[in-house]
């Protein structure tokens, strides 16, 4: 059992669902209540990594990072060292494959809260920010934590953009899922199968929370 | 110009034409009639400061909440308001009283809970203050829809179809609390609805709305029986409405030509002699005489037809009957079943019948189409509402 790939894994998942939080809340409460022009092709960018390989993003995001790219100057400068094969850039490439992950559940728990009731919020004498914390919020909670929590999965069993832009360096960029690669390469079952029930019942678990989570108790049945 | 405590002019082109105007004085409630898509809702979202108006002025007791001349447009928040809506939109994970609470916002955190639950007293809702919405009957949520919108102390308290979601039996009883409450309340009410009977059973005015243009105001009984122009007396639904011409003025009278029949009517000297204009009378002005006692009363038109249809509804019959046996001169009127049966009148029968002078009410002619001007309606600009307002 490699610990530190499961230890990356773990980091890799709960920094890109922590990132992915205010990104999701923001951009899915816009696309579920404004229009605005370009707005499908915004969504469809968005929903682009759900059908698009890994690897062709991968080699998008090398290829931006390259040697002449003015990106790598940038990332260079902040960072003071290359963003691939980095678990810096690891979070980069997670962040953007999960978009459609994070964002879609969150736009259809906010576009669940009708119009009227955040107008009778306004009526209430409500503020923005309250209107946000007393209304929106509560009612799209299970949207939104359902959304992280299939960000959080999502990430653990993410293994192409992984492979390409991180690099598989060990404690750095070797996730759960390399791992198993790396073991079933070597021909140690055991280990392989060990991480790969691990990821299975972390996977699973957290299915069941987004199930579990969904269930909505302020709808009479 | 007199001081309302409501005082309502907006338009706005696009994307739905608007024109209103209409006033409400404190303590008075006001019903907004119109079929649906006539710009009710649309109306209530301008006072409340949710839809703003591509023109318009809105002052509530004093204050100016939009005048687009001056720039001036109070957010939802700055305007108070209470605003029951169509479909109540109750927070669905509050309880009754926190909802109730909710539009406290002004109130110290001490003082919520009591005042939350005499909110909810006063709407015969004690007992009930920690269901969720979810839990109540649609009229349940209505009264916490009512409570929540007096909560904040409003200044004027819009009702937008309040009883629409709810069934017969229990619109009834709230069409009594409603009018029990009002009896309290010292702010304007708009009350916005598609039922007639609603509205001239609850409102002191009412205003006629079609296609976002308010057509006229004043007292319900009073448009029902004097609308301003054909197309309200259709929207009011008086179904006698025919075009006559002006043949003199006779003291209080107004002499007409109806089809070659000569008709009295309630004075309206505006209109010239000689001038086409149209006649209204509701079912209630056509009197069907008894076979055995026939009309001679001056001033009640008698005149003779022919029952072309007669047609049963519950204890009521419907009745058409034609003018000197001529279909352009159809006259309808409704009557009891035994009344008919005891006067032996029936499809086909001859009848005598009278058009009492003072309901026949003389309006300008209207071409026919839907979007034809209406007599002192707002064509191009939202003029003041004593403009098109009847007493």
Redesign the interface.
């Known amino acids: 059992m490699d610990w530190s790939a499961l230890a990356v894994s773990l980091k890799l998942a709960l920094w890109t669902a922590a990132i992915l939080a205010p990104i999701g809340i923001i951009v899915g409460r816009v696309l579920a209540w404004r229009a605005f022009r370009g707005r499908t092709l915004v969504e469809a960018l968005l929903a682009l990594p759900l059908v698009l390989p890994a690897t062709v993003l991968g080699y998008y995001m090398l290829a931006a990072t390259g040697a002449d790219s003015p990106v790598r100057a940038v990332t260079d400068s902040l960072l003071r060292k290359p963003l691939v094969f980095t678990f810096a850039g690891l979070l980069v490439a997670s962040v953007v494959v999960n978009l459609p992950f994070a964002i879609q559940p969150m736009q259809r728990a906010f576009e669940a809260i009708?119009m009227?009731?955040r107008?009778?919020?306004?009526?209430?004498?409500?503020?923005p920010w309250?209107i946000f914390t007393?209304?929106e919020f509560?009612?799209a909670w299970r949207g939104i934590a359902s959304a992280l929590v299939l960000t959080f999965a999502h990430t653990l069993a993410e293994f192409g953009v992984v492979l390409m832009v991180g690099g598989n360096i060990a404690g750095e960029t070797r996730t759960a899922s390399l791992a198993i690669y790396d073991r079933v390469q070597a021909f140690d079952d055991r280990a392989a199968g060990t991480m790969a029930a691990t990821l299975l019942f972390t996977s699973l678990a957290a299915i069941i929370a987004v199930y579990v989570i969904r269930a909505r108790p302020?709808?009479?049945r | 110009m007199a001081d309302h405590a409501l005082d309502v002019r907006v338009a706005q082109d696009s994307p739905a034409p608007l024109r209103a105007a209409f006033t409400c004085d404190a303590g008075r409630v006001l019903a907004l009639v119109g079929p649906a898509g006539s710009g009710k809702t649309r109306l209530l979202r301008c006072i409340a400061g949710l839809d703003r108006p591509q023109r318009g002025h809105i002052v509530c007791r004093g204050g100016t909440w939009l005048d687009t001349n001056q720039r001036i447009s109070l957010p939802a928040q700055a305007r108070r308001v209470g605003l029951v809506f169509q479909n109540y939109a109750l927070f669905p994970h509050l309880s009754a009283e926190d909802n109730v609470m909710a539009a406290m916002t002004e109130v110290a955190p001490a003082e919520r809970v009591r005042r939350a639950r005499a909110l909810l007293a006063r709407v015969h809702l004690a007992g009930l203050n920690r269901r969720l919405p979810g839990d109540l009957s649609s009229a349940q949520r209505q009264r916490v829809a009512v409570a929540r919108a007096l909560a904040r102390d409003p200044q004027v308290l819009l009702l937008d179809e309040p009883f629409a979601a709810v069934d017969r039996m229990a619109r009834r009883t709230l069409h009594v609390e409603l009018a029990e409450m009002r009896r309290h309340l010292d702010m304007p009410v708009v009350l916005a609805t598609d039922d007639l009977d609603e509205a001239a059973m609850l409102a002191d005015e009412i205003c006629i709305l079609h296609r976002g243009r308010t057509l006229q105001q004043g007292r319900p009984l009073h448009v029902m029986s004097r609308p301003a122009s054909m197309q309200v007396a259709r929207l009011v639904g008086v179904r006698n409405v025919h075009a006559a011409r002006v043949v003199a003025h006779e003291a209080e009278f107004t002499i007409i030509d109806w089809e070659g029949t000569r008709l009295d009517a309630k004075g309206a000297p505006q209109f010239d002699v000689g001038k086409r204009i149209a006649w209204a009378l509701p079912s209630d002005g056509v009197i069907v005489h008894r076979r055995d006692r026939p009309s001679r009363s001056e001033h009640e038109n008698p005149l003779k037809g022919s029952v072309a249809q007669f047609l049963p509804l519950g204890a009521q019959a419907e009745l058409v009957i034609h003018v000197n046996g001529r279909s352009e001169m159809a006259l309808r009127t409704s009557m009891p079943l035994h009344v008919a049966a005891r006067n032996r009148i029936a499809a086909g029968e001859e009848v005598g019948v009278s058009l009492l002078a003072s309901s026949v009410h003389l309006m300008p002619w209207q071409e026919a189409g839907d979007g034809a001007a209406t007599g002192r309606d707002h064509e191009s600009t939202v003029p003041h509402p004593a403009s098109s307002r009847t007493r």
């Open positions: 009708s009227d009731v107008d009778a919020a306004k009526c209430c004498g409500m503020r309250s007393r209304i509560p009612l302020h709808v009479r």
